[in-house]
């Protein structure tokens, strides 16, 4: 009885000594950084309360989906978050997997992308449905066997544990000093490589699939698009690490990874724009070279009311990949430019993949459809991102990160 | 004031709980709120363990053996006055914030004008609209709602099971296990299913005691009437269509008006292509019209998503 009571007193002393130094490096952080907090806390409460008014006094109808466009930004951000959490699991694979030992400094922060954008994508998942406390019993309760959402649904908790436990081995190899254990090494690297299998068999190629396989709607049905959705994913998991490397190497003024590495990451990021890119071109053709009325509406909108969508998607990875097949272009500015209009042209793309997708009637007659965001919406957006951003600056401030590049 | 002994206590709990699961009148509420609300969890593992749930009204039947129901629309005697639409919407308890109604009713130039003919260079849909409000003889009108289909979409996507294709060929949704997630909806290539945006009104007294009220943030569409046809009686829809140009029966019967018609009668069904096995077939004899025209009931108003 008594051992139990040492060991007890043990750990609450630990975890005690972990509060108080965690607490003390956000005290420490400097005033910007309680400032961007603060900004972020508001953001947060403007997001919350919106979620409540929807949730629980005026009505989901205070959003701007329809019976005829049933889903509306939140699948969009939700969408976007999956395909980054899946993406941003790319790094793990580079570190463990090909054993690119430049990439280490990102290993943590990339666990923490990809575990906050799955945080993200399920809030967003969570603040669509109409009944969230009763989807709480899913798949347990209640399940479907012929649903795809059912099986995307029950990967969540199976990707969290996967990076969650890869969080561990990564935390516990870096406070020693960057050298684990020999197992702790082995469960790092089957860890890394099995979450990013998992990210993309498991959890995002199943999504495509998820919107592959409405028959109703023209745009989704295509066999193309779950293998379209992890190239999608790739893309944008690389570009958000690029940006956030950058942007902390910025901030800190401190080298993260080194030139040569970003520059490297530059080139991947190129490598699966055109792949998607290549995708884009025979889907888009096939769509207007076979005819087909449904495939011709959907080009119909692309190019006249979505026309700004289309081109900032399309032109918007094809100029980025261009700049990123040139020397030049894999500079640090170069590539903070290219990541950040990866970013903006992968939401273009998932806005019309979501929304272009029901624009079309699925009568002629019904009349002219349209769908635009509300404010609580936005605010609901606006404050899921800014959990996660605050969380994962709080994150990186109270977790040990890999020792950045030392320089040659 | 006077302590509860033990006995009193679970006296007074037992009647608590007794009016919350047994509810004649007053207990009405607190067993909506158990089971139907946002709260209703606890309703639902209650009704996934037991299968019991008070709320469900005394018309939920079960199925009728070997019965496949189905319904035969004449286009031709069909003249869009959309009194079908408006019968529905009462006798299935739909509020106002559901709008269009689960019945709408197009106005086209051709038969075929409703089967996805693609205009590029006109607006979407020119030539057929439901906005009409004059009926014209040089016109087909045509109301569309759920088909009941034997491989319906909507089924195989919904995530929960409420959505279930019964034994009669009823498409049905089990509002208690409807999480709003609206994948139905966007898997329906008939746009027949409808969301509930707000916490639906319908005045007490105008209520249909054998439909249960829904909640906010489910999902719910057309039953065949469930609560008539099970009976043995026949749609709303049917009954209010001034030229009977509706025909509901038992599709199994060869015998049945339903069965006998799609026999004899050239048909078709919407989107076919899909293979979706539409339990609703139209008809469009092209034989002389001769019936009565009456004025039409209102387009529908305040469609979300609609630009006017």
Request: some cysteine.
């Amino acid at each position: 009885m008594k051992d139990i009571r040492k060991v007890y007193d043990k750990v609450l002393a630990s975890m005690k000594d972990e509060g108080n130094s965690a607490l003390a490096s956000i005290k420490d952080a400097g005033r910007t950084f309680h400032i961007i907090l603060a900004i972020l806390l508001v953001l947060m409460a403007w997001g919350l309360i919106s979620w409540v008014r929807i949730m629980f006094i005026e009505g989901v109808g205070i959003t701007g989906s329809s019976d005829l466009v049933p889903w509306g930004l939140y699948i969009v951000c939700f969408v976007f978050f999956v395909g980054t959490s899946a993406g941003a699991s790319l790094m793990g694979l580079m570190i463990h997997g090909f054993g690119r030992k430049d990439y280490e400094p990102l290993g943590t922060r990339a666990i923490l992308v990809g575990f906050l954008s799955l945080l993200a994508a399920v809030l967003f998942l969570v603040s669509d449905v109409g009944n969230p406390i009763r989807a709480g019993l899913l798949p347990v309760v209640l399940h479907n066997p012929t649903s795809m959402l059912v099986y995307t649904s029950m990967t969540y908790a199976g990707f969290a544990a996967l990076m969650l436990s890869e969080l561990f081995f990564a935390v516990k190899i870096t406070r020693m000093g960057g050298e684990g254990s020999y197992w702790d090494e082995r469960m790092a690297k089957w860890l890394a490589i099995g979450a990013l299998l998992f990210a993309l068999m498991v959890v995002h190629a199943p999504h495509g699939a998820l919107f592959a396989f409405l028959k109703a709607r023209e745009m989704w049905n295509t066999p193309l698009l779950p293998a379209h959705f992890v190239t999608v994913a790739l893309a944008s998991g690389i570009a958000v690490m690029i940006h956030i490397t950058i942007t902390t190497a910025k901030i800190t003024k401190k080298e993260i990874v080194s030139k040569e590495t970003l520059s490297h990451m530059g080139g991947l990021l190129a490598f699966f724009l055109g792949v998607t890119l290549f995708m884009d071109f025979f889907d888009y053709l096939v769509m207007k070279y076979s005819g087909k009325p449904g495939g011709l509406e959907i080009w119909h909108f692309l190019t006249t009311d979505f026309i700004h969508f289309f081109l900032l998607n399309t032109l918007g990875m094809f100029s980025a990949m261009v700049f990123l097949l040139f020397k030049w272009g894999r500079t640090i500015t170069g590539l903070f430019i290219a990541s950040s209009v990866t970013i903006i042209s992968i939401l273009a793309y998932r806005w019309d993949l979501i929304i272009v997708a029901q624009i079309p009637p699925l009568f002629p007659g019904i009349g002219e459809i349209y769908y635009t965001p509300t404010v609580v919406e936005v605010a609901v957006m606006v404050g899921v991102v800014a959990l996660v951003t605050f969380l994962y600056l709080v994150l990186t401030r109270v977790l040990p990160m890999e020792e950045p590049f030392q320089g040659n | 004031m006077k302590k509860l002994n033990r006995r009193e206590f679970v006296k007074l709990a037992g009647i608590a709980g007794g009016y919350v699961l047994w509810p004649p009148k007053s207990g009405l509420a607190a067993s909506e709120a158990l089971w139907s609300s946002k709260l209703g969890i606890v309703g639902d593992i209650i009704e996934s363990a037991t299968g019991f749930n008070p709320t469900k009204p005394s018309g939920a039947l079960e199925p009728i053996p070997g019965v496949k129901f189905g319904m035969v629309i004449d286009l031709d005697k069909c003249i869009g006055c959309r009194r079908c639409s408006y019968a529905c919407k009462r006798e299935n308890n739909v509020p106002d914030t559901i709008s269009p109604p689960y019945i709408t009713v197009f106005e086209t130039e051709s038969v075929t004008g409703i089967s996805g003919m693609y205009h590029p260079t006109e607006t979407p849909g020119a030539g057929t609209t439901m906005m009409y409000t004059k009926l014209r003889k040089d016109k087909w009108y045509m109301p569309v709602q759920c088909n009941h289909c034997d491989d319906a979409p909507c089924v195989q996507v919904c995530p929960t099971g409420a959505s279930y294709k019964s034994p009669d060929g009823i498409v049905m949704i089990n509002y208690d296990k409807c999480i709003g997630c609206r994948y139905c909806m966007v898997a329906c290539p008939y746009q027949a299913r409808r969301f509930n945006w707000f916490h639906p009104e319908v005045p007490h007294k105008d209520r249909n005691p054998l439909v249960p009220m829904r909640e906010e943030g489910v999902v719910e569409k057309c039953t065949f009437c469930v609560h008539r046809t099970r009976r043995g009686k026949t749609t709303r829809c049917v009954e209010a269509c001034p030229n009977k140009a509706r025909t509901f029966g038992n599709l199994n019967d060869p015998n049945s008006e339903v069965s006998k018609l799609i026999k004899s009668e050239r048909w078709w069904r919407l989107k076919d292509e899909l293979n979706t096995g539409c339990n609703i077939y139209y008809l469009t004899r092209h034989s002389k019209k001769n019936m009565v025209w009456y004025k039409p009931l209102p387009p529908p108003k305040n469609i979300r998503g609609l630009r006017s």
